[in-house]
């Protein structure tokens, strides 16, 4: 190793040009590729509180629209249509009902506040995610069902209106002038989390009937029962939406986007994930590897000789490949060092632009990254796993080309 990494830095100091480029261009790549990276796992992975989501199927917004002529399409989901088709799965060990979050006018009286997010959830949510409270409880079932007045906030209400978390428990806090009693309080959660984020969280009104029965506001999502995987309970769901279709006289109703997150978040409809995603990592990884692996070449004229000469002594040419391919990855690890910082750096910088959400749109003062969000096990594993990537790739076309050339030739500069 201490041979590989005197080698490396003569290399540098023969090279300062080439070495330069290698690292910048490999820098350059291992930043973007990191962005989509972290970017992808944020959205899909199980961070906390949305730490179910490999588990889990989102209903989608769904639609309807009379069996005749496709008249009368209405978007939207209603409670009645959205327990009918969910509550009826083996498949499902929690199933949890929300309403589109809105802005309410918020304050500790009638006439002053100030404007936050609420979303309107059922007592199953707070099992479907991992809140962590810092004061007070979520409300129950009797809660839910008695409508009562209550509403969980976060940490950043708390401490603006009442001085801290304990303090507010109990208290009576206006939303859209009507008194809730304040039962909990969580701890602040990013706009990033498309499904939890939210400021305030209240229980929705379940007897609300609307004037068409399928019509709504309401989504459902689904946490797999152990054993069952997602395309399992996705399967599930289908069959149970075509009972309820079965069950419908005029209308016909759909869940075009019913998928786990991966979809969901990232490629609604019939889109070919495995192909997406491959041709992303031909784009940021191959190409540069390839361009690098150019600058690679030219400086392996000035080495031909070398070769020649080793392999005159018995050298083999998988050792004189993997001697090419150690001595790279010095500057592929210098490059890829660069490179991660690189990224975290662009990731500060345009966050709300590169990660955004439905919710962080809406509240861009929200779009908190945490270190548990982005230092996790899993990206240092792509990190590394794209750092040997692009070594191999860059490096192992070029040497492997001129280990094939004819000794005799080499040696006479031809």
């Keep these: 190793m201490k041979t590989i990494i005197k080698q490396a830095i003569n290399q540098i100091r023969q090279q300062p040009f080439f070495s330069i480029l ?63 088709i969910f509550n009826n799965v083996k498949g499902a060990s929690i199933i949890s009902y929300q309403r589109k979050g809105t802005m309410l006018y918020c304050g500790t009286n009638k006439d002053k506040g100030e404007s936050h997010f609420c979303k309107y959830v059922d007592p199953e949510f707070w099992q479907m995610y ?39 428990i109990g208290k009576t806090f206006f939303c859209d002038f009507t008194p809730m009693k304040i039962i909990g309080v969580v701890d602040n959660v990013s706009s990033f989390f498309n499904f939890a984020y939210s400021e305030l969280w209240m229980p929705f009104d379940p007897t609300i009937k609307a004037s068409d029965p399928l019509y709504g506001n309401i989504t459902a999502m689904a946490l797999c029962a152990p054993g069952v995987s997602t395309s399992e309970l996705n399967e599930q769901l289908q069959i149970s939406l075509k009972r309820y279709n079965a069950t419908l006289n005029d209308y016909t109703f759909e869940l075009k ?21 491959f041709l992303i990592g031909l784009m940021l990884l191959v190409v540069p590897a390839i361009n690098i692996s150019g600058l690679v070449s030219s400086q392996m004229h000035h080495q031909m000789s070398e070769l020649a000469i080793r392999r005159c002594y018995g ?30 750096l662009m990731l500060l910088i345009v966050k709300g632009w590169l990660l955004f959400s439905e919710t962080s749109l809406l509240n861009y003062a929200d779009c908190k990254i945490s270190t548990s969000m982005i230092l996790r096990p899993t990206i240092f594993l792509w990190v590394v796993g794209i750092a040997i990537l692009f070594n191999f790739i860059s490096v ?3 040497v492997w080309m001129a280990t094939r050339r004819n000794i005799i030739s080499t040696l006479r500069g031809e």
């Excluded at 199980?46 to 309807?64: A, L, Q």
């Excluded at 986007?257 to 995603?277: E, R, S, W």
Aim: aromatic letters at 14%.
């Design 315 to 344: 050298a083999r040419r998988w050792q004189l490949i993997m001697r090419f391919i150690n001595e790279n990855f010095i500057l592929t690890f210098i490059g890829s060092i660069l490179g991660v910082i690189l990224s975290y």
């Design 396 to 398: 192992f076309i070029p």
């Design 130 to 168: 991992n809140f962590k409270f810092l004061a007070g409880k979520p409300f129950n079932k009797g809660d839910f069902q008695a409508r009562a007045n209550v509403v969980v906030i976060n940490e950043r209400i708390a401490r603006k209106f009442y001085g801290s978390a304990e303090k507010s």
């Design 257 to 277: 986007d019913m998928c786990p997150i991966t979809k969901y978040q990232f490629f609604k409809g019939h889109v070919n994930t495995t192909a997406i995603l």
């Design 22 to 84: 290698s690292i910048l261009g490999t820098a350059v790549s291992i930043a973007f590729a990191m962005l989509v990276v972290i970017n992808y796992d944020i959205h899909i992975g199980d961070i906390t509180p949305e730490n179910n989501r490999s588990k889990m199927v989102f209903s989608g917004e769904g639609y309807s629209y009379m069996k005749k002529d496709h008249s009368n399409a209405n978007s939207g989901m209603s409670y009645r249509t959205a327990k009918m």
